[in-house]
């Protein structure tokens, strides 16, 4: 019988231990170690998922939780950054279809951008009778931001934050011309405005009430609760002079130019009225997120061209909705 004769192989030439296995290498001990914790970790936490959702802050979170961004607005219109329209389907322009009907302008449009960058719906809450009631609705909690052509003043930034301007408007006098003639051509305005006893109007809880204490201490301001009763009380003679941003004045000039037979407009040297976003204080990663979307996205509103193109169309601005949209024209995506 022949005997078998072992063959030859690098494996079999390789050392073993007592119990006839292969030593491991100190380098294949450490792999094995990690691969064992491994499994323990995957067997005990489970599969981490490929693409796990962004670790939104709580403020960003509870917007996105909740589906829907909530802007604060204030009911009054304001023609150019929004209201309503006569006819919105020749409007040519993105309106957002809220519960009084279709809403333009461009403080409309800025909140529907927004919202979309956030993948969420808009809701306009438009409760608020007045701008400061505006800024309570977001320090309250009430809304996630204001875009309502907010001025930005000291007395609101103490309950709400702002975000960078994206528009830059004047300050304006309208003074009655009979009232002015009579105190004399000699008489320099600003001093004559700011006399004891002088009658200076303004549309109370605005930033114009604000501005008014700051320049015109010693006058006696008048409050009035809306713009067109404001404007009536210089024509009528009931005060010398009303305090607003020019855009508004310059607009209703425009709108009404009889009117220049009876008042003037004069603008105010030095004061600007900055327009921006409230945020409420208890929101800081939101109005991070709001200015760098401001700076990212280039919002500067041109003042100029805006009053030029509302002024040609004040006619079709209305305080409420006229005529129902076609349907699917222009529609905001919600």
Known sequence: MKSRRRISHPINEMPRSTDGTFPWSTRDRARRVVLTILALLITSVGVVPAYASPPFPPDIKKIKDRGKLIVAQCSIIQPGFYGFRTEPDKAGEPYHLCSAGPIFGCDIALAMRIAKQLGVKL?????????????????????????????????????????????????????????????????????????PGTRIGVWQETAAETYARELFPRADLRKYDSFDKLFQAVVNREVFACLDEDFELRLRMHGDPQSALWVRFVQVPKRRDLIAIAVSPNSPNLLAFLNLFLEYEGVTINVDELLRKTAGEIKTWCDAPRKAPVEGEHLSVE
């Open 123 to 195: 809701e306009l809450d438009r409760s608020a009778k007045d701008f400061d009631s505006v800024c309570l609705q977001v320090a309250n909690g009430k809304a996630d931001i204001a875009i309502s052509k907010l001025s930005i003043t000291l007395e609101r930034a103490q309950y709400v934050r702002f975000t960078k301007p994206y528009a830059v408007l004047g300050m304006g006098l309208l003074v009655n011309r009979f009232l002015e003639a009579k105190a004399g051509s000699k008489t320099d305005l600003w001093d004559l405005c700011n006399r």
